[in-house]
């Protein structure tokens, strides 16, 4: 098992920035593949950023190119999204994720943590 905990949500006029961290526990936490995922009520999860295992490759989706960064400390057995230039349309409950599987650009994550509420203002 592997416990996830988000933190850094909150609210935010749009242009401005935030720092999402997200805390493992349990397992190995550099063996596992993380990612950030976004929902908001009634819209499908989206896979907004992901990292492999060593933080040597990166995924982020189209929409946040260039203004989002994922990032990993692997001694600190923690996972960063640092988000900029924040949009209204950012708005969501951002949750960070855990997967073992080699290919980490999937929604199928194994572990889940309870999710932290970004609000953008416009």
């Known amino acids: 098992q592997v416990q996830l905990v988000e933190s850094g949500g909150g609210l935010v006029q749009a242009g401005g920035s935030l720092r999402l961290s997200c805390a493992a526990s349990?397992?190995?936490?550099?063996?596992?593949?993380m990612g950030w995922f976004r929902q908001d009520p009634g819209k499908e999860r989206e896979l907004v950023a992901a990292?492999?295992?060593?933080?040597?490759?990166?995924y982020s989706v189209d929409s946040v190119k260039g203004r989002f960064t994922i990032s990993r400390d692997n001694a600190k057995n923690s996972v960063y999204l640092e988000m900029s230039r924040l949009k209204p349309e950012d708005t969501a409950r951002y949750y960070c994720?855990?997967?073992?599987?080699?290919?980490?650009?999937?929604?199928?994550?194994?572990?889940w943590g309870q999710g932290t509420q970004v609000t953008v203002s416009s």
């Open positions: 994720a855990a997967t073992r599987k080699t290919n980490y650009i999937t929604k199928n994550y194994d572990y």
């Open positions: 349990g397992r190995t936490f550099s063996n596992y593949a």
């Open positions: 990292i492999s295992w060593n933080g040597a490759s990166t």
